[in-house]
Protein backbone atom coordinates (compact mmCIF):
# COMPACT_ATOMS: atom_id res chain seq x y z
CA UNK A 1 0.00 0.00 0.00
CA UNK A 2 0.86 3.81 -0.50
CA UNK A 3 3.50 5.19 2.62
CA UNK A 4 4.69 8.19 1.35
CA UNK A 5 3.51 10.69 -1.78
CA UNK A 6 5.91 13.62 -2.77
CA UNK A 7 5.07 16.41 -4.44
CA UNK A 8 7.09 19.46 -5.76
CA UNK A 9 6.27 22.38 -8.18
CA UNK A 10 3.07 20.86 -8.77
CA UNK A 11 0.00 23.46 -10.27
CA UNK A 12 -0.10 25.13 -6.81
CA UNK A 13 1.90 22.75 -4.68
CA UNK A 14 5.71 24.13 -4.17
CA UNK A 15 6.43 20.79 -1.99
CA UNK A 16 4.52 18.55 0.06
CA UNK A 17 5.39 14.94 1.62
CA UNK A 18 2.96 13.08 3.11
CA UNK A 19 3.22 9.46 5.15
CA UNK A 20 0.38 7.41 4.95
CA UNK A 21 -0.37 4.45 7.11
CA UNK A 22 -2.88 2.12 7.42
CA UNK A 23 -7.08 2.45 7.05
CA UNK A 24 -9.07 4.93 6.77
CA UNK A 25 -7.34 8.56 5.44
CA UNK A 26 -9.22 12.27 4.94
CA UNK A 27 -8.23 15.34 3.13
CA UNK A 28 -10.56 18.12 3.58
CA UNK A 29 -9.90 21.87 3.57
CA UNK A 30 -11.50 24.85 2.35
CA UNK A 31 -12.72 24.77 -1.40
CA UNK A 32 -9.72 25.42 -3.92
CA UNK A 33 -7.39 24.53 -1.19
CA UNK A 34 -5.65 21.89 -3.69
CA UNK A 35 -7.09 18.75 -1.93
CA UNK A 36 -7.73 17.48 -5.81
CA UNK A 37 -4.53 18.93 -7.11
CA UNK A 38 -3.56 16.22 -4.49
CA UNK A 39 -5.23 13.42 -5.95
CA UNK A 40 -4.56 14.97 -9.63
CA UNK A 41 -0.44 14.30 -8.71
CA UNK A 42 -1.52 10.91 -7.43
CA UNK A 43 -3.25 9.96 -10.64
CA UNK A 44 -0.16 10.95 -12.61
CA UNK A 45 2.82 9.15 -10.83
CA UNK A 46 0.21 6.24 -11.84
CA UNK A 47 0.60 6.91 -15.53
CA UNK A 48 -2.29 9.42 -15.63
CA UNK A 49 -2.00 12.11 -18.44
CA UNK A 50 0.06 14.79 -17.83
CA UNK A 51 0.51 18.66 -19.32
CA UNK A 52 2.73 21.15 -19.05
CA UNK A 53 0.23 23.29 -17.30
CA UNK A 54 0.49 21.62 -14.42
CA UNK A 55 4.21 22.85 -13.62
CA UNK A 56 3.91 25.07 -10.95
CA UNK A 57 4.44 29.11 -12.74
CA UNK A 58 8.02 30.14 -12.89
CA UNK A 59 9.37 26.10 -12.54
CA UNK A 60 11.68 23.94 -15.03
CA UNK A 61 9.46 20.68 -13.54
CA UNK A 62 7.16 18.99 -11.59
CA UNK A 63 8.05 16.45 -9.47
CA UNK A 64 5.98 13.43 -8.16
CA UNK A 65 6.70 10.38 -6.25
CA UNK A 66 5.18 7.34 -4.67
CA UNK A 67 7.01 4.99 -2.33
CA UNK A 68 4.79 1.49 -1.57
CA UNK A 69 4.82 -1.08 0.31
CA UNK A 70 4.24 -4.62 -1.17
CA UNK A 71 3.34 -7.91 0.08
CA UNK A 72 5.37 -10.72 -1.56
CA UNK A 73 2.81 -12.43 -3.64
CA UNK A 74 1.15 -8.78 -4.80
CA UNK A 75 0.61 -9.33 -8.61
CA UNK A 76 2.64 -6.53 -9.53
CA UNK A 77 6.27 -8.50 -9.13
CA UNK A 78 5.67 -10.77 -11.56
CA UNK A 79 5.06 -7.17 -14.14
CA UNK A 80 8.69 -6.50 -12.74
CA UNK A 81 10.23 -9.74 -13.06
CA UNK A 82 8.37 -9.90 -16.63
CA UNK A 83 10.44 -6.81 -17.36
CA UNK A 84 13.48 -7.20 -15.86
CA UNK A 85 13.41 -4.44 -13.27
CA UNK A 86 15.14 -4.86 -9.93
CA UNK A 87 12.85 -6.40 -7.49
CA UNK A 88 13.18 -4.81 -4.22
CA UNK A 89 11.38 -4.43 -0.24
CA UNK A 90 8.82 -1.34 -1.44
CA UNK A 91 8.05 0.30 -4.35
CA UNK A 92 8.94 3.61 -5.94
CA UNK A 93 7.33 5.24 -8.69
CA UNK A 94 8.28 8.74 -9.98
CA UNK A 95 6.99 10.95 -12.85
CA UNK A 96 8.75 14.20 -14.19
CA UNK A 97 6.34 16.56 -16.12
CA UNK A 98 8.61 19.66 -17.43
CA UNK A 99 7.84 23.20 -18.82
CA UNK A 100 8.28 21.90 -22.13
CA UNK A 101 6.06 18.96 -22.24
CA UNK A 102 8.04 16.28 -21.63
CA UNK A 103 7.72 13.06 -19.25
CA UNK A 104 10.14 11.27 -17.28
CA UNK A 105 8.58 7.90 -16.16
CA UNK A 106 11.14 6.06 -13.28
CA UNK A 107 10.74 2.30 -11.16
CA UNK A 108 12.82 1.74 -8.72
CA UNK A 109 14.96 4.24 -10.42
CA UNK A 110 14.76 2.61 -13.73
CA UNK A 111 13.09 4.72 -16.34
CA UNK A 112 9.91 3.02 -18.19
CA UNK A 113 7.43 4.03 -20.48
CA UNK A 114 4.18 5.55 -19.63
CA UNK A 115 2.61 2.33 -20.68
CA UNK A 116 4.64 0.05 -18.01
CA UNK A 117 4.10 3.07 -15.73
CA UNK A 118 0.14 2.59 -16.17
CA UNK A 119 0.20 -0.99 -16.06
CA UNK A 120 1.99 -0.89 -12.57
CA UNK A 121 -0.21 1.64 -11.60
CA UNK A 122 -3.57 -0.35 -12.14
CA UNK A 123 -2.66 -2.96 -9.76
CA UNK A 124 -1.80 -1.02 -6.85
CA UNK A 125 -4.08 1.88 -6.37
CA UNK A 126 -7.95 2.48 -7.41
CA UNK A 127 -8.33 6.35 -7.69
CA UNK A 128 -12.62 6.88 -7.99
CA UNK A 129 -13.09 10.06 -9.79
CA UNK A 130 -10.50 9.16 -12.14
CA UNK A 131 -11.76 6.40 -14.90
CA UNK A 132 -8.34 5.16 -15.97
CA UNK A 133 -7.59 4.16 -12.75
CA UNK A 134 -10.33 2.30 -11.59
CA UNK A 135 -10.41 -1.65 -11.81
CA UNK A 136 -13.80 -2.44 -11.67
CA UNK A 137 -14.71 -0.19 -15.40
CA UNK A 138 -12.80 -2.42 -17.04
CA UNK A 139 -15.59 -4.69 -18.62
CA UNK A 140 -12.91 -7.66 -19.08
CA UNK A 141 -12.59 -8.07 -15.72
CA UNK A 142 -16.62 -8.58 -14.52
CA UNK A 143 -16.08 -12.13 -14.82
CA UNK A 144 -13.56 -12.42 -12.68
CA UNK A 145 -15.14 -10.68 -9.91
CA UNK A 146 -18.50 -12.35 -10.48
CA UNK A 147 -16.80 -15.90 -10.30
CA UNK A 148 -15.08 -14.79 -7.25
CA UNK A 149 -18.69 -13.39 -5.58
CA UNK A 150 -19.87 -16.93 -6.58
CA UNK A 151 -17.51 -18.49 -4.85
CA UNK A 152 -16.23 -22.41 -4.39
CA UNK A 153 -18.79 -24.28 -6.90
CA UNK A 154 -17.97 -21.88 -9.79
CA UNK A 155 -14.52 -21.62 -9.00
CA UNK A 156 -14.17 -25.83 -8.97
CA UNK A 157 -16.30 -26.54 -12.19
CA UNK A 158 -14.05 -23.11 -13.55
CA UNK A 159 -10.90 -25.07 -12.82
CA UNK A 160 -12.39 -28.32 -14.77
CA UNK A 161 -13.05 -25.64 -17.50
CA UNK A 162 -9.94 -24.68 -18.12
CA UNK A 163 -7.81 -27.74 -17.56
CA UNK A 164 -9.88 -29.28 -20.42
CA UNK A 165 -9.62 -25.60 -22.15
CA UNK A 166 -5.83 -25.72 -22.32
CA UNK A 167 -5.64 -29.23 -24.10
CA UNK A 168 -7.94 -28.52 -26.55
CA UNK A 169 -5.76 -25.41 -27.16
CA UNK A 170 -3.02 -27.73 -27.47
CA UNK A 171 -5.17 -30.21 -29.65
CA UNK A 172 -6.19 -26.93 -31.93
CA UNK A 173 -2.37 -25.82 -32.57
CA UNK A 174 -1.37 -29.99 -33.37
CA UNK A 175 -4.34 -30.22 -36.13
CA UNK A 176 -3.44 -26.80 -36.96
CA UNK A 177 -0.10 -27.98 -37.97
CA UNK A 178 -1.00 -31.37 -39.59
CA UNK A 179 -3.51 -28.94 -41.83
CA UNK A 180 -1.35 -27.24 -43.65
CA UNK A 181 -1.94 -27.94 -47.41
CA UNK A 182 -0.39 -30.31 -49.16
CA UNK A 183 2.41 -28.73 -51.89
CA UNK A 184 3.92 -27.11 -48.35
CA UNK A 185 3.47 -30.36 -46.71
CA UNK A 186 5.47 -31.93 -49.95
CA UNK A 187 7.79 -29.10 -49.47
CA UNK A 188 8.53 -29.62 -45.69
CA UNK A 189 8.75 -33.51 -46.16
CA UNK A 190 11.31 -32.93 -48.92
CA UNK A 191 13.34 -30.62 -46.67
CA UNK A 192 13.12 -32.96 -43.32
CA UNK A 193 14.22 -35.85 -45.31
CA UNK A 194 17.07 -34.06 -47.14
CA UNK A 195 18.53 -32.68 -43.50
CA UNK A 196 18.11 -36.24 -42.63
CA UNK A 197 20.12 -37.92 -44.58
CA UNK A 198 22.95 -35.27 -44.73
CA UNK A 199 23.16 -36.01 -40.83
CA UNK A 200 23.17 -39.64 -41.20
CA UNK A 201 25.43 -39.26 -44.44
CA UNK A 202 28.21 -37.55 -41.94
CA UNK A 203 27.92 -40.80 -39.43
CA UNK A 204 28.71 -38.40 -36.62
CA UNK A 205 30.04 -39.82 -33.01
CA UNK A 206 30.31 -37.76 -29.81
CA UNK A 207 34.05 -35.67 -29.06
CA UNK A 208 34.79 -36.37 -32.52
CA UNK A 209 35.55 -33.40 -33.04
CA UNK A 210 37.72 -32.37 -30.48
CA UNK A 211 39.76 -35.48 -31.69
CA UNK A 212 39.86 -34.17 -34.91
CA UNK A 213 41.15 -31.02 -33.82
CA UNK A 214 44.78 -32.52 -32.05
CA UNK A 215 45.17 -34.85 -34.64
CA UNK A 216 45.66 -31.85 -37.18
CA UNK A 217 47.34 -30.01 -35.00
CA UNK A 218 49.82 -33.18 -34.66
CA UNK A 219 50.06 -33.50 -38.45
CA UNK A 220 50.26 -30.14 -39.71
CA UNK A 221 53.17 -29.85 -37.44
CA UNK A 222 55.22 -32.94 -37.94
CA UNK A 223 58.23 -32.02 -39.46
CA UNK A 224 58.68 -29.48 -36.02
CA UNK A 225 57.24 -31.98 -34.01
CA UNK A 226 59.88 -34.84 -35.31
CA UNK A 227 62.88 -32.18 -35.52
CA UNK A 228 62.73 -31.45 -31.65
CA UNK A 229 62.20 -35.15 -30.83
CA UNK A 230 65.17 -36.14 -32.45
CA UNK A 231 67.32 -33.42 -31.02
CA UNK A 232 66.32 -33.92 -27.79
CA UNK A 233 67.10 -37.63 -27.90
CA UNK A 234 70.45 -36.84 -29.59
CA UNK A 235 70.99 -34.64 -26.18
CA UNK A 236 70.15 -37.38 -23.78
CA UNK A 237 71.51 -40.52 -25.68
CA UNK A 238 74.18 -39.42 -27.75
CA UNK A 239 78.16 -39.74 -26.92
CA UNK A 240 79.49 -37.91 -24.30
CA UNK A 241 75.45 -36.43 -23.83
CA UNK A 242 73.18 -36.04 -21.37
CA UNK A 243 73.06 -39.86 -20.00
CA UNK A 244 76.33 -40.68 -20.73
CA UNK A 245 77.35 -38.13 -18.39
CA UNK A 246 75.27 -39.00 -15.34
CA UNK A 247 76.61 -41.94 -16.12
CA UNK A 248 80.08 -41.30 -15.35
CA UNK A 249 79.06 -38.88 -12.73
CA UNK A 250 77.27 -41.96 -10.79
CA UNK A 251 80.51 -44.01 -11.55
CA UNK A 252 82.44 -41.43 -9.39
CA UNK A 253 80.06 -41.41 -7.16
CA UNK A 254 80.00 -45.27 -6.21
CA UNK A 255 83.87 -45.58 -6.14
CA UNK A 256 83.96 -42.99 -2.56
CA UNK A 257 79.99 -44.12 -1.16
CA UNK A 258 82.43 -46.53 1.16
CA UNK A 259 83.71 -43.18 2.39
CA UNK A 260 80.95 -41.95 3.40
CA UNK A 261 77.73 -42.51 4.80
CA UNK A 262 75.88 -39.11 4.19
CA UNK A 263 76.18 -39.63 -0.18
CA UNK A 264 74.43 -42.78 0.18
CA UNK A 265 70.97 -40.79 -0.27
CA UNK A 266 72.56 -37.98 -3.07
CA UNK A 267 73.38 -41.30 -4.95
CA UNK A 268 70.18 -42.77 -4.84
CA UNK A 269 68.00 -39.81 -5.91
CA UNK A 270 71.10 -39.88 -8.92
CA UNK A 271 70.57 -43.13 -9.69
CA UNK A 272 66.64 -43.45 -9.64
CA UNK A 273 67.02 -39.53 -11.67
CA UNK A 274 68.84 -41.88 -14.40
CA UNK A 275 66.90 -44.34 -14.68
CA UNK A 276 63.88 -41.98 -15.10
CA UNK A 277 65.30 -40.25 -17.67
CA UNK A 278 66.80 -43.45 -19.81
CA UNK A 279 62.78 -44.59 -19.70
CA UNK A 280 62.26 -41.41 -20.94
CA UNK A 281 64.71 -40.94 -23.81
CA UNK A 282 63.12 -44.65 -24.76
CA UNK A 283 59.69 -43.27 -24.87
CA UNK A 284 60.73 -40.30 -27.11
CA UNK A 285 62.64 -42.48 -29.41
CA UNK A 286 59.77 -44.43 -29.69
CA UNK A 287 57.72 -40.95 -30.23
CA UNK A 288 59.79 -40.25 -33.00
CA UNK A 289 59.85 -43.29 -34.62
CA UNK A 290 55.89 -43.75 -35.09
CA UNK A 291 55.90 -39.93 -36.50
CA UNK A 292 55.27 -39.81 -40.22
CA UNK A 293 54.67 -36.54 -42.40
CA UNK A 294 50.72 -37.33 -43.91
CA UNK A 295 49.73 -34.79 -46.24
CA UNK A 296 46.38 -36.90 -47.28
CA UNK A 297 45.89 -38.06 -44.19
CA UNK A 298 45.97 -34.10 -43.26
CA UNK A 299 43.74 -33.12 -45.93
CA UNK A 300 41.47 -35.94 -45.08
CA UNK A 301 41.11 -34.36 -41.18
CA UNK A 302 40.43 -30.77 -42.57
CA UNK A 303 37.85 -32.05 -44.53
CA UNK A 304 36.31 -33.35 -41.95
CA UNK A 305 36.48 -30.16 -39.57
CA UNK A 306 35.04 -28.51 -42.01
CA UNK A 307 31.85 -30.74 -42.42
CA UNK A 308 31.35 -30.93 -38.87
CA UNK A 309 31.60 -27.17 -39.16
CA UNK A 310 29.15 -27.06 -41.99
CA UNK A 311 26.56 -29.40 -40.05
CA UNK A 312 27.06 -27.09 -37.01
CA UNK A 313 26.10 -23.74 -38.34
CA UNK A 314 22.91 -25.39 -39.57
CA UNK A 315 21.79 -27.56 -37.08
CA UNK A 316 23.76 -27.47 -33.74
CA UNK A 317 26.54 -25.97 -31.52
CA UNK A 318 27.65 -29.31 -30.50
CA UNK A 319 27.72 -32.97 -31.88
CA UNK A 320 25.09 -33.48 -29.31
CA UNK A 321 22.99 -30.89 -30.69
CA UNK A 322 22.83 -31.84 -34.33
CA UNK A 323 22.58 -35.72 -33.39
CA UNK A 324 19.61 -34.67 -31.24
CA UNK A 325 18.03 -32.19 -34.00
CA UNK A 326 18.01 -35.23 -36.50
CA UNK A 327 16.38 -37.35 -33.83
CA UNK A 328 13.34 -34.39 -33.75
CA UNK A 329 13.54 -34.44 -37.73
CA UNK A 330 12.95 -38.17 -37.68
CA UNK A 331 10.11 -37.45 -35.30
CA UNK A 332 8.61 -35.35 -37.45
CA UNK A 333 8.89 -36.92 -40.94
CA UNK A 334 6.96 -40.27 -38.76
CA UNK A 335 4.19 -37.58 -37.82
CA UNK A 336 4.10 -36.77 -41.85
CA UNK A 337 3.92 -39.81 -43.07
CA UNK A 338 0.73 -41.31 -40.14
CA UNK A 339 -0.57 -37.40 -40.01
CA UNK A 340 -4.01 -38.94 -41.83
CA UNK A 341 -4.01 -41.28 -38.71
CA UNK A 342 -3.11 -38.30 -36.61
CA UNK A 343 -5.41 -36.31 -37.99
CA UNK A 344 -7.98 -38.48 -37.57
CA UNK A 345 -7.32 -39.02 -33.84
CA UNK A 346 -6.74 -35.14 -32.78
CA UNK A 347 -10.33 -34.22 -34.39
CA UNK A 348 -12.31 -36.94 -32.88
CA UNK A 349 -10.36 -36.07 -29.54
CA UNK A 350 -11.23 -32.36 -30.30
CA UNK A 351 -14.86 -33.13 -30.81
CA UNK A 352 -14.77 -34.97 -27.16
CA UNK A 353 -13.33 -31.77 -25.79
CA UNK A 354 -15.54 -29.82 -27.15
CA UNK A 355 -18.95 -31.60 -25.81
CA UNK A 356 -17.35 -31.77 -22.42
CA UNK A 357 -16.38 -27.76 -22.65
CA UNK A 358 -19.88 -27.21 -23.58
CA UNK A 359 -21.64 -29.20 -20.61
CA UNK A 360 -18.87 -27.12 -18.47
CA UNK A 361 -19.56 -23.92 -19.89
CA UNK A 362 -23.24 -24.26 -19.88
CA UNK A 363 -23.03 -25.50 -16.03
CA UNK A 364 -20.40 -22.04 -15.51
CA UNK A 365 -23.39 -19.88 -17.16
CA UNK A 366 -26.04 -21.27 -15.27
CA UNK A 367 -23.84 -21.50 -11.60
CA UNK A 368 -23.21 -17.85 -12.45
CA UNK A 369 -26.62 -16.60 -13.09
CA UNK A 370 -27.77 -17.54 -9.77
CA UNK A 371 -24.62 -15.72 -8.59
CA UNK A 372 -25.74 -12.80 -10.88
CA UNK A 373 -28.80 -12.17 -9.36
CA UNK A 374 -27.76 -12.79 -5.25
CA UNK A 375 -25.11 -10.13 -6.82
CA UNK A 376 -27.62 -7.40 -8.21
CA UNK A 377 -29.63 -7.35 -4.66
CA UNK A 378 -26.35 -7.35 -2.91
CA UNK A 379 -25.13 -3.85 -4.84
CA UNK A 380 -28.74 -2.23 -4.87
CA UNK A 381 -29.05 -2.56 -1.19
CA UNK A 382 -25.75 -1.30 -0.33
CA UNK A 383 -26.66 1.66 -3.49
CA UNK A 384 -30.19 2.13 -1.48
CA UNK A 385 -27.92 2.88 2.07
CA UNK A 386 -26.00 5.08 0.11
CA UNK A 387 -28.82 7.54 -1.26
CA UNK A 388 -29.24 5.51 -4.92
CA UNK A 389 -32.27 3.18 -3.60
CA UNK A 390 -33.69 3.88 -7.38
CA UNK A 391 -30.77 2.60 -8.88
CA UNK A 392 -30.77 -0.82 -10.99
CA UNK A 393 -27.94 -2.89 -11.44
CA UNK A 394 -27.36 -5.60 -14.01
CA UNK A 395 -25.36 -7.91 -14.84
CA UNK A 396 -25.23 -8.70 -18.55
CA UNK A 397 -24.41 -11.77 -20.45
CA UNK A 398 -23.75 -11.99 -23.81
CA UNK A 399 -23.09 -15.03 -25.93
CA UNK A 400 -22.76 -14.06 -29.65
CA UNK A 401 -23.61 -17.33 -31.94
CA UNK A 402 -21.23 -16.20 -34.17
CA UNK A 403 -18.37 -15.53 -32.24
CA UNK A 404 -14.61 -17.06 -32.87
CA UNK A 405 -13.74 -19.12 -31.15
CA UNK A 406 -16.68 -20.02 -29.38
CA UNK A 407 -14.68 -21.37 -26.22
CA UNK A 408 -12.49 -18.82 -24.45
CA UNK A 409 -10.29 -19.38 -20.70
CA UNK A 410 -13.30 -18.06 -18.57
CA UNK A 411 -16.22 -20.29 -20.38
CA UNK A 412 -18.34 -18.83 -23.39
CA UNK A 413 -19.91 -16.23 -21.30
CA UNK A 414 -19.06 -12.03 -22.23
CA UNK A 415 -20.09 -10.42 -18.61
CA UNK A 416 -21.05 -6.89 -18.23
CA UNK A 417 -21.71 -4.85 -15.27
CA UNK A 418 -24.31 -2.36 -15.98
CA UNK A 419 -26.59 0.38 -14.34
CA UNK A 420 -29.44 2.51 -14.30
CA UNK A 421 -28.94 5.27 -11.97
CA UNK A 422 -31.86 7.12 -12.48
CA UNK A 423 -35.69 5.96 -12.81
CA UNK A 424 -36.87 5.68 -17.15
CA UNK A 425 -32.93 5.47 -18.06
CA UNK A 426 -31.91 2.70 -20.10
CA UNK A 427 -28.93 0.40 -18.36
CA UNK A 428 -25.51 1.24 -19.63
CA UNK A 429 -21.99 0.04 -18.77
CA UNK A 430 -20.63 0.96 -15.47
CA UNK A 431 -17.67 3.21 -17.66
CA UNK A 432 -20.73 5.63 -19.55
CA UNK A 433 -21.60 6.81 -15.72
CA UNK A 434 -21.49 10.66 -16.46
CA UNK A 435 -21.44 11.91 -13.07
CA UNK A 436 -17.95 11.40 -10.84
CA UNK A 437 -20.40 11.13 -7.39
CA UNK A 438 -22.55 8.57 -8.62
CA UNK A 439 -19.83 6.80 -9.98
CA UNK A 440 -17.78 6.62 -6.29
CA UNK A 441 -21.08 5.51 -4.75
CA UNK A 442 -21.10 2.58 -7.38
CA UNK A 443 -17.53 1.87 -6.69
CA UNK A 444 -18.34 2.45 -3.19
CA UNK A 445 -20.91 -0.64 -3.05
CA UNK A 446 -18.70 -3.10 -5.52
CA UNK A 447 -15.97 -2.63 -2.90
CA UNK A 448 -18.10 -2.57 -0.01
CA UNK A 449 -18.75 -6.19 -1.37
CA UNK A 450 -15.85 -7.63 -3.15
CA UNK A 451 -13.89 -6.48 -0.43
CA UNK A 452 -11.81 -9.26 0.19
CA UNK A 453 -11.24 -10.47 -3.11
CA UNK A 454 -9.89 -7.36 -4.18
CA UNK A 455 -5.96 -7.19 -4.61
CA UNK A 456 -5.76 -3.73 -5.09
CA UNK A 457 -5.22 -2.30 -1.10
CA UNK A 458 -5.06 1.21 -1.88
CA UNK A 459 -8.79 3.18 -3.21
CA UNK A 460 -9.00 6.90 -3.33
CA UNK A 461 -12.84 8.60 -3.14
CA UNK A 462 -12.79 12.26 -4.91
CA UNK A 463 -15.35 13.85 -3.58
CA UNK A 464 -17.67 10.11 -3.01
CA UNK A 465 -20.22 12.46 -1.00
CA UNK A 466 -21.08 14.89 -3.76
CA UNK A 467 -24.68 15.80 -3.17
CA UNK A 468 -25.56 13.97 -0.37
CA UNK A 469 -26.01 14.26 3.45
CA UNK A 470 -27.69 13.29 6.48
CA UNK A 471 -28.15 9.48 6.54
CA UNK A 472 -27.21 8.98 3.08
CA UNK A 473 -23.74 10.86 4.52
CA UNK A 474 -23.44 8.47 7.35
CA UNK A 475 -23.71 5.59 5.63
CA UNK A 476 -21.15 6.70 2.86
CA UNK A 477 -19.18 7.10 5.95
CA UNK A 478 -19.80 3.71 7.34
CA UNK A 479 -19.11 1.77 4.24
CA UNK A 480 -15.87 3.69 3.79
CA UNK A 481 -14.76 2.92 7.28
CA UNK A 482 -16.05 -0.88 6.61
CA UNK A 483 -13.98 -0.96 3.72
CA UNK A 484 -10.92 0.70 5.50
CA UNK A 485 -10.27 -2.36 7.36
CA UNK A 486 -9.33 -4.49 4.50
CA UNK A 487 -7.88 -1.89 2.88
CA UNK A 488 -5.94 1.75 2.41
CA UNK A 489 -8.33 4.35 1.76
CA UNK A 490 -7.80 7.87 1.18
CA UNK A 491 -10.72 9.80 0.71
CA UNK A 492 -11.17 13.96 -0.16
CA UNK A 493 -14.38 15.29 1.73
CA UNK A 494 -16.46 18.17 2.46
CA UNK A 495 -19.03 16.15 5.12
CA UNK A 496 -17.91 15.77 9.08
CA UNK A 497 -20.09 12.61 8.72
CA UNK A 498 -17.21 11.16 6.67
CA UNK A 499 -14.52 13.17 8.11
CA UNK A 500 -15.18 12.16 11.78
CA UNK A 501 -15.30 8.37 11.00
CA UNK A 502 -11.54 8.33 9.45
CA UNK A 503 -8.49 7.05 11.56
CA UNK A 504 -5.89 9.87 10.22
CA UNK A 505 -7.08 13.40 8.98
CA UNK A 506 -4.80 15.68 6.67
CA UNK A 507 -6.06 19.47 5.82
CA UNK A 508 -5.34 21.23 2.96
CA UNK A 509 -4.65 24.98 3.07
CA UNK A 510 -3.53 27.55 0.44
CA UNK A 511 -1.30 30.64 1.96
CA UNK A 512 -0.37 33.27 -0.04
CA UNK A 513 2.29 35.98 0.19
CA UNK A 514 0.51 38.48 -2.44
CA UNK A 515 3.29 37.06 -5.36
CA UNK A 516 2.98 33.46 -5.12
CA UNK A 517 0.37 31.13 -3.78
CA UNK A 518 1.10 28.04 -1.91
CA UNK A 519 -0.74 24.78 -0.98
CA UNK A 520 0.06 23.13 3.08
CA UNK A 521 -0.75 20.04 3.95
CA UNK A 522 -0.96 19.87 8.08
CA UNK A 523 -1.71 16.60 9.82
CA UNK A 524 -4.48 16.82 12.23
CA UNK A 525 -4.16 15.75 16.14
CA UNK A 526 -7.69 15.20 17.90
CA UNK A 527 -7.14 18.48 18.92
CA UNK A 528 -6.91 19.90 15.56
CA UNK A 529 -9.71 17.48 14.05
CA UNK A 530 -11.91 18.74 16.72
CA UNK A 531 -11.50 22.58 15.29
CA UNK A 532 -11.73 21.26 11.57
CA UNK A 533 -14.69 19.27 11.69
CA UNK A 534 -16.31 22.31 13.84
CA UNK A 535 -15.75 24.56 10.99
CA UNK A 536 -17.28 21.87 8.28
CA UNK A 537 -20.06 22.12 10.49
CA UNK A 538 -20.42 26.01 10.90
CA UNK A 539 -18.55 27.48 8.06
CA UNK A 540 -16.28 30.06 9.11
CA UNK A 541 -17.66 31.15 12.33
CA UNK A 542 -16.50 28.76 15.35
CA UNK A 543 -18.80 28.80 18.44
CA UNK A 544 -18.67 26.74 21.41
CA UNK A 545 -22.21 24.59 19.96
CA UNK A 546 -20.32 24.08 17.14
CA UNK A 547 -16.56 22.92 19.06
CA UNK A 548 -19.00 20.40 21.02
CA UNK A 549 -20.99 19.16 18.60
CA UNK A 550 -17.66 18.24 16.98
CA UNK A 551 -16.54 16.39 19.86
CA UNK A 552 -19.90 14.45 20.08
CA UNK A 553 -19.07 13.09 16.48
CA UNK A 554 -15.63 12.17 17.25
CA UNK A 555 -17.02 10.08 19.98
CA UNK A 556 -19.59 8.65 18.14
CA UNK A 557 -17.19 7.80 15.78
CA UNK A 558 -15.31 5.92 17.85
CA UNK A 559 -18.17 3.39 18.92
CA UNK A 560 -19.40 3.06 15.45
CA UNK A 561 -16.15 2.00 14.26
CA UNK A 562 -15.47 -0.44 16.86
CA UNK A 563 -19.03 -2.10 16.39
CA UNK A 564 -17.97 -2.67 12.51
Known amino acids: ?36 ILIDALGLVLGGRASSDLVRHGAEKAEIEALFEISSSHPVWSLLNEWGLEMEETLLLRREIAASGKSTCRINGRIVTLSMLRQIGKKLIDIHGQHEHQSLLDADEHVEWLDHFAGEEVLE ?8 FHEYQQVQKELARLNLDQQEVARRIDLLQFQKEEIRAAQLVEGEDVELEKERNRLAFAE ?8 AYYYMYGENQGLDLIRKALSHMEEVLHLDERLAPVYEMMQSAYYQLEEGVHEIAKYRDELEFDPDRLNEVEERIYTIKQLKRKYGETISDILRYCQKVERELEELSQRDWIEEELSERKQQLEERLLQLADQLTFLRKKAASKLEKRVEQELADLNMGATVFHVAFYQPADRVPLFTLTGKDQIEFQIAPNPGEPLRPLARIASGGELSRIMLAL ?13 VFDEIDTGVSGRAAQAIAEKIAMVAKHHQVLCVTHLPQVACMADHH ?17 SLNKQGRTRELARMLGGA ?18 EVKKSL
Open 157 to 164: VRHQYQTL
Open 224 to 231: KLLSNASQ
Open 506 to 522: FYISKESDGYKTRTKVE
Open 1 to 36: MLRELTIRQFAIIEEISLTFSNGFHVLTGETGAGKS
Open 447 to 459: KCIFTDMDQIHTL
Open 541 to 558: ELTPTTHTHAEEMLCLAE
